[in-house]
């Protein structure tokens, strides 16, 4: 079956360390997202990619950093510098621009 | 102004009650918008595409209105199923695919 898939669904990290979350998609599609969601919140883009090899930055993309090297891989890095990295982030994919976005089940990220 | 906005709510409803969210947009190129149903601690899940005028499914409607920049989602007969967060968002400038906070429902019994 085709889909979007996230790794781990959950993580926890020591303060200071970078962590890098998994997102592939065997949907064979062009545009993929990465959103941060915090609770009772919606989602907040952070980075995302239209082609390989090319990616825009989102609203919230300070301390986070993206590599799109493949059409199906798309990894996000979670640096020291982003000040409040525990949250859930949200990987997604779509076919085009205005079509409807595909989500992976999340990963959890706890930093103590 | 945000680029998607939506009222955050609860709106708590019984069961059995038409309910009726509205999500506001301030780019008035954006072509399409989509319904998403997120369940606590999911992600969120495809409910309706909107692309022209509006679109129907059962006992969802979503409408859009590109003069007043706003498209609305109607449940009908809620069950307590519907239960859940209720997030809008499209395309807006430079491709960027935008999100509302989601607005949270409540069927009850």
């Known amino acids: 079956d085709g889909g979007i898939t996230q790794s781990p669904k959950y993580l926890f990290r020591k303060e200071g360390q970078n962590v890098t979350l998994s997102c592939e998609q065997n949907l064979n599609h062009d545009a993929m997202y990465w959103y941060r969601q915090d609770p009772g919140q919606g989602l907040r883009l952070i980075y995302y990619s239209q082609i390989v090899n090319d990616f825009q930055k989102g609203d919230i993309a300070e301390g986070y950093s993206v590599s799109r090297e493949k059409k199906e891989s798309f990894p996000l890095t979670v640096t020291s510098a982003q000040k409040n990295p525990t949250a859930f982030y949200l990987c997604a994919s779509s076919i085009q621009t205005n079509s409807p976005l595909h989500f992976g089940n999340g990963t959890r990220l706890t930093v103590t | 102004r945000k680029e998607v906005e939506q009222d955050p709510g609860p709106f708590n409803v019984p069961e059995g009650a038409t309910v009726a969210f509205n999500c506001t947009y301030s780019?008035?190129?954006?072509?399409?918008f989509f319904w998403y149903r997120q369940d606590c601690r999911k992600e969120p899940k495809l409910l309706m595409s909107v692309y022209s005028s509006g679109n129907e499914d059962g006992r969802f409607t979503a409408q859009l209105n590109r003069a007043s920049q706003y498209i609305s989602l109607l449940i009908r007969d809620s069950k307590l199923s519907d239960s859940a967060t209720y997030l809008c968002g499209g395309p807006t400038s430079y491709d960027k695919v935008i999100f509302g906070p989601g607005t949270s429902l409540s069927v009850i019994p």
């Open positions: 780019n008035s190129a954006s072509q399409s």
